[in-house]
């Protein structure tokens, strides 16, 4: 395993590009499964989740290969419906194969996925869509089976108690797609990464509307062909380094970046001292000398993004007063706390809340990674404090953000990488 030892407070300067979306291209890639022509996605990131799907892919009958930084996609004629343990249990994300290969192939068996550190991570509400649709669904050794001869359109109201669910709304649009008339999905997800999805499956001559609104109607179609398909910007990846500018008092300029997908960030740094400049698909921070304490609370989009509260926890750590976040779709998504605390951030935690007491400065200190977003919390933490911090365990990172040393030390950060 891999660790990452940073030098803080050197200044950052130059400019970053944002890679693909992670949580674009996760569905987008099982969405191949719905047709056995090639298909060629552009800007795919390199990153753990991706070479896991694309694992996943070729063991359920596809032949995929890099030519440049273009992914091709193409059928090998032994589509299978099983998707085993080994793979899936690494990735949550991958749950999204259930609905393209029932609808496809009449059948599916995916392992239950692992719960995950951020929370416990049910799939009731992708079970319910898919009965919905007509589908046989029983759970038996781990593994979610469903079996339909033809699945037949429904309205379905996929939302939880903790609201929509992003990939149970990606299972359900992609069934719904070879599936006999008209689906409507009452309470779906409206992230971009969904209507990214519907956008790509309507390439692929899916008919979707309504897609990044909390209805989407899906009329069913005999078949689907092959698209060529360019991944839009990580959208998390942008807020995570928009977050590190402000927190580092850094102007480095941001690429690849569609900051109105970010207005929930934007009103938040406005209410702690912090300008964003926006020219076209790029974007500038000017932060104050002392960051103004301001209290979140997470919601599904266009809420803030509970993939940026751990970021955010980081950077209210260096306020001059008390912040209050509370994230009300992964409640016990507060791993990141205890190592922060390490660095000398005064934060505890009340049920599903973070009481944050700024502080003036952070040190250097060994840490360990958690989970993708809290390790992306640690490095920002580590980049702004004073003396060494060395994060473990950073396969977390590698799992969702590309070659990020890379892009922090084209910045002027002082960071390696060594074996642990
Ligand atoms: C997606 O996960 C993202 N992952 C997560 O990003 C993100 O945190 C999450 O959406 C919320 O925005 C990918 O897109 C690959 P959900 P997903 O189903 O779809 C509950 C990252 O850091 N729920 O929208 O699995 C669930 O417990 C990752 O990139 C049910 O109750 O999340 C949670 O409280 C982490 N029943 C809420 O809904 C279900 O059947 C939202 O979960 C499904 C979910």
Known sequence: MDKLIIEGGKP??????????????????AATLLTDETCI?????????????????????KDIEWDKDKLIIMSNGKPNPVADYKLVSTMRGSICVLGPLLTKLGEAKVSLPGGCVIGVRPVDLHQKGIEALGAKVRTEGGYIIATAK???GARVYLAGASGPSVLGTANIMMAA???EGETVIECAACEPEVEELANFLNEMGARIRGQGSPRIIIQGVKKLRGADYRMSFDRIEGGTFV??????RSNFL?????????TALDDVLTNIGVQVQVEKNTVRVKSPKVLKPFSITTYPYPGFPTDLQAQYTAIMALTNGVSVIRDTVFPDRFMHIAELSRMGARIRREGGSAIIEGVKELSGAPVTASDLRASAALVMAGLVAKGKTEIRRVYHLDRGYENIDKKLIALGASIKREKE
């Open 150 to 152: 033809k699945l037949k």
């Open 243 to 248: 977050l590190l500018a402000a927190m580092a």
């Open 12 to 29: 950052l300067k130059g400019e970053v590009r944002i890679s693909g979306s992670k949580n674009a291209t996760l569905p987008v890639l």
């Open 254 to 262: 941001i690429r690849d970046i569609d900051y109105s997908q970010l």
């Open 41 to 61: 996605l552009r800007n795919v990131p390199r990153l753990l989740d991706t070479n896991t799907m694309i694992k996943l892919l070729k063991s359920l009958g």
């Open 177 to 179: 797609t070879l599936a």
